[in-house]
């Protein structure tokens, strides 16, 4: 097995990793962060978020890894922006997990305090609360811009050296400006965060990634892709 074709089951990996993680915190915090009384059942609940949190950092962890590894298989056919994608998804994304995760363990201690304190300080723990709840949102909407930014370049890579299948690269540029509207519409208020809309328009980059990841464990890149940095230097000489 050469070194590309284990690059590609890496990075195929990773993604499975990342997305499976994202799925599972959601599924451990958002019933609990969603409700009314978030900070009693946060209390109640403490080893939920936490999980939940280790989740966003798994994921973040993974995802960030994946322009590491895949760095010197896209540096061959255009150095810049794959240094571009690592800065994006493997440095600011992965800052911005960590951030969304910090927000919502603090929540935590928070809400063990707001219960012992009693109903005379609940309206300051709230408000506490609400403001790490409000940092999370605004953590998320950031990333909800640095992430298709980085993916842009990835996906562009990807369709000028036809590592991949175009049709796969043509659909992650597609879907990721779509996911990128999210993020603008939720800058904006217009749509809020895990809302119908939101869920729509982020499934098709979520459904083109596991498409890619499979055919990257399953296929590897492609044996003889095309060069483009080189081609590039080739019209210069000529």
């Known amino acids: 097995m050469n070194s590309n074709r284990k690059t590609a089951m890496i990075v195929g990996v990773l993604y499975i990793i990342g997305t499976v993680s994202g799925v599972l915190s959601v599924v451990f915090t958002k019933s609990i962060l969603d409700a009314p009384d978030y900070l009693v059942k946060t209390a ?30 896209l540096k061959k056919h255009n150095e810049v922006l794959a240094l571009g994608y690592v ?26 305090a707001a ?13 506490l609360g609400d403001l790490l709840q ?3 949102e605004v953590s998320v909407t950031i990333g909800g811009i640095i992430f298709p930014l ?11 050296s036809k590592l991949i299948p175009r049709w796969i690269s043509v659909w992650g540029l597609i879907a990721v400006l779509l996911f990128m509207a999210t993020a603008f519409l939720d800058m904006f208020g217009l749509v809020g ?14 459904l083109q990634e596991m498409v890619m990841a499979v055919w990257l464990i ?17 019209i210069s000489q000529a």
């Open 44 to 73: 109640a609940s403490p080893n939920q978020i936490i999980i939940g949190s280790l989740f966003i950092l798994t994921m973040g962890l993974a995802l960030a890894m994946v322009p590491v590894v895949i760095f010197p298989v």
């Open 87 to 112: 800065v994006f998804r493997g440095t600011l994304e992965m800052v911005g997990y960590m951030a969304t995760a910090i927000s919502i363990l603090l929540i935590v201690p928070l809400s063990q």
């Open 115 to 127: 219960v012992q304190s009693g109903i005379m300080d609940a309206a300051n723990f709230q408000a």
């Open 134 to 136: 409000k940092a999370d």
């Open 150 to 160: 980085g993916a842009l370049m990835l996906y562009t890579v990807l369709y000028q």
């Open 193 to 206: 965060q895990m809302s119908v809309i939101q869920a729509v328009l982020a499934l098709p980059i979520a």
């Open 218 to 234: 399953v296929k590897g890149f492609n044996s003889s892709p095309a060069n483009f940095g080189s081609a590039q230097v080739a």
